[in-house]
């Protein structure tokens, strides 16, 4: 089956600064790739994603990238500011069910 | 306001106790699911259902339960064969078969005391 690997597991920026967040996937058949952020005591909310059929996708100050030959796909988070702390988890889906295989998660904290 | 709703917060059990975690959507989805989230481990699927009246289980099913009786209603049961249950779990839901972004409830904590 589907197996996401996510890096780093915590990121420590300076506020202003960019944070880049790695995941790779096994499964050549991953066909959608969304992003969440889980703030503390919450649940997942979904901040971009990005299908198999495009490169690169951006919304505001938050960019993704899929490398689909090399099987890797990264967030970008431009300009970072004290409320982009939280944990973002990455994911990869085969199938139409939504039924994803999360990363383990990275905590990012921003300090001002 | 549309969304998912996950009750109770936080939830007690006393071991070999079952105890039945409720999520409703109003969003009119018709594929819901439940995680499981533990400390640097991600989610991991325990159950979704397609639709009413039909369930499959995910990659760690076993000690729970669940039943969909109505589309709105996914509760998941946590029964005393499930040996470690203290953990973090997420209900989700999707719109249809082809749209897979899931929105997710706020979650309930469940402690084995």
């Known amino acids: 089956g589907e197996n996401v690997e996510q890096h780093p597991s915590t990121l420590s920026v300076q506020e202003g600064d960019s944070a880049v967040i790695k995941c790779t996937y096994s499964d050549s058949a991953s066909n959608y790739f969304p992003w969440y952020k889980q703030e503390l005591g919450k649940g997942p909310q979904l901040i971009i994603d990005?299908?198999?059929?495009?490169g690169e996708k951006k919304d505001q100050r938050i960019a993704v990238t899929l490398n689909k030959t090399a099987k890797h796909f990264s967030l970008h988070i431009t300009e970072t500011q004290p409320e982009d702390s939280a944990v973002y988890f990455c994911a990869a889906s085969t199938d139409s069910w939504g039924k994803f295989q999360f990363g383990a998660g990275t905590q990012v904290v921003v300090t001002p | 306001d549309g969304g998912i709703t996950q009750s109770p917060k936080y939830l007690f059990r006393k071991e070999g106790q079952n105890v039945t975690l409720s999520c409703e959507q109003n969003?009119?989805?018709?594929?819901m699911y439940w995680y499981r989230q533990d400390p640097g481990q991600g989610l991991r699927l325990i159950y979704y259902s397609q639709i009413v009246n039909d369930f499959q289980k995910g990659d760690i099913a076993e000690g729970y339960s669940v039943s969909r009786e109505k589309k709105e209603s996914f509760p998941l049961t946590v029964t005393s064969a499930q040996k470690n249950p203290t953990a973090f779990y997420l209900c989700a839901s999707t719109p249809a078969p082809m749209d897979t972004e899931a929105f997710f409830g706020q979650g309930t904590r469940l402690t084995v005391v």
């Open positions: 990005i299908r198999s059929n495009v």
């Open positions: 969003l009119n989805h018709d594929a």
